[in-house]
């Protein structure tokens, strides 16, 4: 670790803080009011898509309605997104002809089981990709099936969100808003003009922006290479903006044509970030206590900071015994490399390469700047236990702050039962409907990461001894012992937190994969956002009960600690058995001199 490094980190994390404020009072005037600075101008946009849907914006909805509404649309968006998958090789824009005869001997094909795993995938704000982008998919799949689910499922997500701090804001009530209003109003308002000013950004830095054919061009020595080309400014900005992270090339943010510079390296990060901070503030000015806010944005920059210090510690340090044969080596090379650079990019570095992948993985993003496969044991352990927290550390747009509204309302229940209250929350009452749909929303994420990991270590995985000969591989994963059990789980850790971000030495273009990394998405998805929906539908039926000398103050650091500690427990505990027989018990053979 280095000085410079550290400057790097914390610089990012002041702008964050800087943004923070303002964007969550923009959001607030937005959602809650009249639209904003920019309502003169949108406002007629908005009308025309209320008309196109045939709604009325100012009718509110009871939270099942709500619920109906949201699934509907994205059941609708999903089947649409398969459609044009399995015709993509019928319509227009498709220049290397792509799921054709004619396609390239290079091209993947778009099989029922992979095109069902996108199409779950991209609308569940997952983004994962069990192909190569560049190799698959038309300039019209990319822009119509993928990209249109990069601002819808954001905003979805965005929706939902807003109606759980609507539960705690409101009082008596048995409505939570209009879907169509806080879709649209999240999508125009939010998302439009700050893609706007991001895409235009990234192509100033160098990123592509067409719809040209690929390049073929012709190396120093000799041999033919192809370039791909594409409208790739705009699906960057709203993929890192709208939290997505599945790119045009399969090197994703690594790919100097996505990420060229450091600069837009730094942006990009920030982008990920910049919403799920905003939304902690507007939480706080919704229920009239923005400290309520900074303590939630408190408990996630801590687990943010330690998961970096972390991750870059173990990536500084490398492999022990190759740091060992570094002092004996006469030309100190490796040594003045430092570190486990392997899959990284050298014009990022260890530190900004660490940054990118908690932050990634922190937020349900899955953009990646480096390669996790090739990380150190313990240092790649840290995005798989970042996702397995239940991707609350800041999280998806919107996702996040109600995956850690839901670790609050048990927070306070716990600390109701250790000092005999009545649990309370931000004036709430917490009674046990309350608590099991908190606790469904917690189960459903364990269910399908464990789950499913069991069944593709033991379905996907020839009958053999696990601790196998070094060099040796499993069915469909490249490395063996515990690294391959790590591939494994990360896939589904990934699907089920609405990630994205891989072990790359996987074979997830399967039949199993395609199909149960499908259910893995949404299960992560809806079967956790509607007991999150539900809550709110029961806690904006309460009164407000103002609080007294007995109330435990939740915007204090005692209640941060205690947050901290449940989330721990129920996050890391619950998946430490997994992870010992992966990157912790991995990290051990490393110092024995023993690598898969």
């Not at 982008?133 to 954001?154: D, F, K, P, R, V």
């Not at 044509?257 to 919403?275: A, D, G, K, R």
């Not at 490398?318 to 990284?344: F, W, Y």
């Not at 996987?506 to 509607?530: E, H, K, Q, W």
């Amino acid at each position: 670790m280095t000085v410079i490094g550290w400057v790097q980190i914390v610089l990012f994390s002041l702008v964050l803080l800087l943004c923070t404020r303002p964007l969550g009072l923009y959001m607030v005037e937005v959602l809650e009011g009249d639209g904003g600075p920019m309502a003169r101008g949108l406002r007629p946009f908005e009308r025309l898509c209320y008309k196109l849907f045939g709604v009325d914006a100012e009718v509110e909805m009871h939270w099942t309605q709500y619920a109906f509404a949201l699934l509907a649309f994205s059941l609708v968006g999903a089947l649409l997104t398969y459609a044009l998958l399995r015709l993509q090789g019928v319509l227009p824009l498709n220049p290397m002809a792509f799921s054709t005869a004619a396609a390239p001997a290079y091209a993947t094909t778009m099989t029922a089981d992979l095109a069902f795993n996108t199409a779950m995938s991209f609308t569940t704000n997952t983004n994962w990709q069990n192909y190569s982008g560049e190799n698959t998919m038309s300039y019209l799949s990319q822009m119509l099936a993928l990209a249109y689910h990069n601002w819808i499922s954001a905003a979805c997500g965005l929706a939902a969100c807003l109606v759980l701090i609507r539960g705690f804001s409101r009082h008596s009530m048995t409505t939570v808003g209009n879907f169509w209003k806080d879709l649209v109003r999240s999508m125009l308002y939010i998302l439009f003009p700050i893609t706007l000013i991001f895409a235009l950004f990234l192509v100033s830095q160098g990123v592509i922006q067409n719809f040209a054919p690929y390049t073929e061009a012709t190396t120093l020595e000799g041999v033919k290479q192809i370039l791909p080309q594409g409208p790739v400014a705009s699906q960057e900005a709203i993929k890192m903006l709208g939290i997505n992270g599945g790119g045009i090339f399969n090197a994703n943010s690594a790919h100097p044509f996505e990420n060229p510079t450091p600069l837009s390296n730094f942006v990009q990060m920030l982008s990920i970030f910049i919403l799920p901070a905003g939304l902690t503030y507007m939480f706080g000015k919704m229920v009239r206590d923005t400290r309520q806010g900074w303590a939630l944005l408190a408990t996630m920059f801590i687990l943010f900071f330690a998961g970096v210090w972390a991750c870059y510690y173990f990536e500084a340090a490398g492999n022990p015994l190759m740091a060992a044969h570094q002092v004996d080596c006469s030309t100190k090379l490796l040594g003045d490399l430092g570190g486990n650079m392997e899959g990284k990019e050298i014009r990022f570095g260890l530190a900004n390469s660490a940054l990118f992948a908690v932050v990634t993985t922190d937020a349900s993003c899955g953009a990646v700047n480096c390669m996790h496969d090739s990380f150190t044991p313990l240092g790649g352990l840290i995005p798989l236990l970042n996702i397995q927290l239940g991707e609350i550390v800041f999280g998806g747009v919107g996702s996040g702050l109600y995956g850690m509204l839901i670790f609050a309302v048990l927070t306070v229940f716990i600390a109701g039962l250790m000092v005999g209250r009545t649990p309370e929350y931000v004036g709430k009452k917490i009674d046990q409907k309350d608590v099991k749909m908190a606790m469904l929303f917690v189960l459903a994420g364990c269910f399908s990461v464990l789950i499913f990991t069991a069944l593709g270590s033991i379905l996907e995985l020839p009958v053999k001894s696990f601790w196998n000969a070094p060099g040796a591989t499993f069915n469909n994963v490249n490395n063996g012992g515990p690294h391959g059990f790590t591939e494994i789980l990360y896939c589904f850790a990934s699907a089920t937190g609405n990630n994205g971000s891989a072990f790359g030495g996987l074979t997830g273009n399967t039949p199993f994969y395609n199909i149960t990394g499908g259910l893995a998405m949404l299960i992560g998805r809806f079967f956790m956002m509607v007991p999150a929906l539900a809550l709110a539908g029961s806690l904006v039926q309460k009164k407000y009960v103002p609080p007294s000398s007995g109330t435990f103050p939740t915007h204090s650091w005692l209640f941060v600690v205690l947050l901290l500690a449940v989330i721990l427990i129920v996050g890391a505990l619950t998946f430490f058995p997994a992870l010992t027989l992966g990157p912790i018990v991995e990290h051990y053979l490393m110092w024995l001199g023993r690598l898969f």
